[in-house]
């Protein structure tokens, strides 16, 4: 077994899988099961102010999308900060922290963006012993409206600000996470950057309507017939949230500021493809949600095992896709390739043929017995029929080589040659 | 109770009420809304579905499917019933295994095909339960079409016409509608009396009226039809059934398969019906397999299908097969009745076995006997009662792809005509077809 043992930003803990802040780390009697099921670490709930607690509707608080076998695909919440006494978390926390000193165990803050309740909550958290705080600039829902959560995420100013006075009256790591509400996430993360953050944490949810209930006319879930929008999370935001730890990964301005994964991480592989993006570790809360805390156990089988198959150390693993990802226009316009289809594993379902027929390129042919072959002149290897085949590995892309004549555009496969060179590219400027 | 299966002779009440009640439930319930959720998502939407095209009346399957993925099963219904109109009945008693089933591609993929007949029961149950009838008439046309059999065929021909505005008579020789629907099939396909709700909720169409107890050739003549009517569609069914051809085939208690499941299915009380201790059922069809079935959970002690050729041809499908021998049925193959035996009733019957050759089946001249104090003879049923001028071939009514006889204006279709296996779903599309054409060479 490969050893998993993480140390993101001088925090240790077993293995780089911790719960998010969310419902499932609100109590220490869910933190403690979540310790003995195997989890790495945990972001304690986001604690608020010193004063009555918020408070949830008692309503419906998520929604979801399904797939097939109603799997559940991606959920959105309405739920705000906990809704406990602050002087109740921060005696479980500690009761927790001193039970379980192998274990990462992260508090989430949010109070209001004045300096005063920024000390004042720092001051109230000082002898927990936690090992950390993580800084709740992404709540999309609620506590955006009173000023906090993404309202402050979204402006790059507000993060710097915080982080700077978070830094000045602690000497706690500190862990900004970064709302997806926002045009270009590069721009918060640097100024978490500027404010001396040791790291981000990122995606926070995603602004979202899961349903629309057609009986009532109202957004789903429905408090007395009415809806607000919610947080996205779940297998279904993981691109997104993807595409954003990659750019902060990969962002100049950025490069080196340690990141926790955030968005849909459900198995080992998940929690891997973040890593190789750059996330330092990951942090789960919908899978656990959907299938309980003994998830981990699997996460924590697979990326072992892909660690010993690979003969790789797990800091190995941290950014080694990162140099990987480029612009588009950096592309190998000469790279072909050209769908195959495996007669041995067809079905005959037809799928690839309707969406190459209807929606693409008119590149598979179908016979009378259902026999589906690829026409390499017509093929642009878009990959749908890959896609839309149930069947894994029956239709493949195959590499052409260099040299190797494509039918469709009648010219061999060449060097690499990228759209800068190329010559439709009106920017391009001919050589004198 | 004072008989059991081993009571000798053929008696009633074998077996206590309540167990029999209970072998002649619904041998395959229906699913309930959450299965029908899970079963509809294994579809793959295919292209150009190979299912649909098995399925005889090209029902759009992955459309019915998809609709009950999306909550409208109801919408599903109406495209299973604008290609079949007793895609209800179809839904229980079609050899699915054979046909739609056998070629969905998760059939191919995993061995376990998408469940469409039980689906299919799904929806077109669900907009039964609703009693309302999802077509409704064109304007009516004026003319008068007279279909002679109620079965399947003669149904299916009848709703079509009457929802292209003609007025339709269907006349049969039996004192209800249904054909083998009603009096043939095993009971435990269609309880709760479906097949009679099956009927009535047809009706609802309008412009139908049944005429029980009225035979061709008896009652009618189809020459009167012809002058009364503008056109005429006959589903008059196979009312013969063929003899083993074997000395001592009139001894008491010999008698064909299908007269004994009609009795069964008429009977309003299953505990007072009859059924021997040792039956065997001659034939190797679904006929055979639903005889000898229903004997053995009336309580037969032993039940042996017989069955002159080798397992693999016969027209019972591997599950049908498979439901008879769970059930506790036996299954012999390769030997032909050559004599029965018993002194005025039916003691034993012997048979010899035999084997294929490239010139036909021969016996091997080894013999063997099976007590039987009953012999249900499934070995096939045969045209009777055609009427004079028609084109007959290979012992059926010659009709074209759209059921046109050799006589003009008379059309027929169902088991009677020629073209298509003597299926349910089969003649449903027979009789919808030619009421299309019907239809065109009335209107043209």
Not at chain 1, 249 to 276: K, Q, V, Y
Not at chain 1, 391 to 411: A, F, H, Q, S
Not at chain 2, 234 to 251: M, Q, T, Y
Request: with cysteine; aromatic share 6%; proline share 5%.
């Amino acid at each position: 077994m490969a050893n998993l043992t993480s140390n993101f930003i001088g925090i240790k803990s077993p293995n780089p899988f911790w719960l998010a802040s969310a419902p499932p780390t609100d109590k220490k009697y869910n933190v403690e099961r979540a310790y003995e099921a195997g989890w790495g670490g945990v972001v304690w709930k986001t604690l608020g102010s010193e004063g009555p607690p918020v408070v949830n509707v008692s309503g419906p608080r998520y929604g979801a999308i399904w797939g097939a076998d109603r799997r559940l695909l991606g959920l959105n919440n309405i739920e705000l900060i906990t809704d406990r006494p602050l002087e109740v978390n921060l005696t479980e926390i500690k009761e927790v922290k001193r039970k379980w000193r192998d274990r990462a165990l992260i508090i989430s803050l949010m109070v209001p963006c004045d300096e005063d309740s920024w000390k004042d909550i720092l001051h109230r958290i000082e002898d927990t012993e936690a090992d950390g705080v993580e800084l709740n600039f992404g709540c999309p829902h609620g506590m955006a409206e009173r000023g906090m959560g993404s309202a402050v995420g979204q402006v790059p100013e507000y993060i710097e600000m915080v982080t700077r006075w978070v830094k000045k009256h602690s000497r706690m790591p500190c862990i900004v996470k970064l709302t997806p509400n926002i045009t270009d996430v590069r721009k918060p993360a640097e100024a978490a950057k500027r404010g001396g953050a040791d790291a981000v944490s990122l995606i926070n949810t995603i602004n979202s309507i899961t349903s629309v209930n057609l009986d009532a006319f109202s957004p789903e879930p429905m408090i007395d017939g009415k809806g607000t929008h919610g947080g996205y999370c779940g297998p279904a935001v993981k691109p997104i949230a993807m595409n954003m730890v990659a750019e902060i990964a990969r962002n100049p301005e950025t490069r080196g500021l340690p990141i926790s994964g955030i968005g849909g991480i459900t198995t080992w592989r998940d929690a891997a493809e973040f890593m190789a993006l750059g996330a330092g570790n990951v942090q789960v809360c919908t899978a656990a949600m959907t299938y309980g805390f003994k998830v981990v156990q699997e996460m924590i089988s697979g990326l072992s095992e892909y660690l010993d198959d690979k003969g790789m150390a797990l800091d190995d693993l941290v950014g080694k896709a990162t140099p990987n990802v480029t612009d588009w226009q950096f592309l190998n316009l000469n790279y072909v390739t050209k769908a195959q289809i495996s007669q041995d594993d067809c079905i005959k379902c037809g799928r690839c043929y309707a969406a190459c027929e209807d929606t693409s390129h008119q590149a598979i042919a179908m016979s009378a017995d259902r026999t589906f072959t690829v026409k390499d002149e017509e093929c642009v290897a878009c990959n749908l029929c890959v896609n839309v085949c149930p069947v894994e590995n029956c239709i493949t892309m195959v590499e052409k080589p260099k040299g190797w004549l494509d039918p469709r555009t009648d010219r061999k496969v060449g060097d690499y040659a990228n759209w800068t060179t190329h010559p439709n590219n009106p920017s391009v400027q001919a050589a004198e | 109770m004072t008989n059991s299966p081993l009571t000798p002779g053929v008696v009633a009440g074998r077996l206590s009420p309540q167990a029999i009640a209970a072998n002649f439930h619904d041998h395959e319930p229906p699913l309930d809304r959450h299965e029908a959720h899970v079963a509809a998502d294994r579809c793959y939407f295919c292209h150009d579905a190979p299912c649909m095209t098995a399925c005889p009346t090209s029902i759009d399957i992955p459309l019915f499917i998809r609709q009950i993925a999306t909550g409208t099963p109801e919408a599903a219904a109406k495209t299973i019933f604008s290609q079949n109109i007793l895609g209800g009945m179809c839904a229980r008693v079609c050899p699915t295994e054979t046909l739609c089933e056998e070629a969905c591609v998760r059939e191919t993929a995993e061995g376990k095909p998408v469940e469409i007949g039980r689906l299919q029961r799904f929806a077109t149950d669900t907009l039964m339960a609703k009693g309302v009838h999802p077509f409704s008439r064109a304007k009516a046309t004026g003319k008068k079409v007279a279909v002679v059999g109620a079965g399947p065929a003669g149904l299916s021909a009848a709703h079509r016409l009457a929802m292209k505005g003609h007025d339709v008579v269907v006349f049969d020789a039996r004192p209800k509608a249904g054909g083998l629907n009603e009096f043939g099939l095993a009971a435990y396909k269609t309880t709760n009396g479906f097949a009679q709700k099956e009927v009535d909720w047809l009706l609802k169409i309008g412009g139908i009226r049944i005429e029980p107890g009225k035979a061709l050739g008896r009652d009618l003549s189809l020459a009167d039809l012809q002058k009364q009517y503008d056109a005429v569609f006959l589903s008059i069914g196979l009312a013969g059934v063929n003899a083993l051809r074997a000395p001592g085939e009139d001894k008491a208690n010999v008698r064909p398969a299908v007269d004994f499941i009609s009795e069964l299915r008429q009977s309003g009380n299953l505990s007072s019906l009859p059924v021997g201790r040792d039956v065997v059922v001659i034939g190797g069809g679904m006929t055979a397999v639903d005889a000898a079935v229903q004997s053995k959970l009336l309580g037969a002690e032993n039940v042996t299908i017989v069955y002159r050729r080798g397992q693999e041809k016969m027209a019972a499908s591997g599950y049908e097969q498979e439901h008879a021998t769970s059930a506790g049925v036996k299954i012999v193959t390769n030997a032909a009745p050559v004599a029965v035996h018993g002194n005025g009733a039916v003691q034993e019957i012997e048979f010899a076995y035999t084997e294929d050759t490239p010139q036909g089946l021969k016996q091997t001249g080894e013999t063997f006997r099976l007590r039987a104090d009953t012999v249900l003879k499934a070995i096939g049923q045969t045209l009777t009662g055609a009427p004079e001028g028609l084109a007959v071939e290979g012992g059926k009514i010659k009709v074209d792809a759209t059921g046109r006889t050799s006589l003009a204006g008379v059309w027929a279709g169902g088991d009677c005509a020629t073209g298509g296996e003597d299926l349910t779903v089969t003649a449903v599309a027979e009789g919808r077809d030619a009421a299309e054409d019907i239809h065109a060479s009335l209107m043209a």
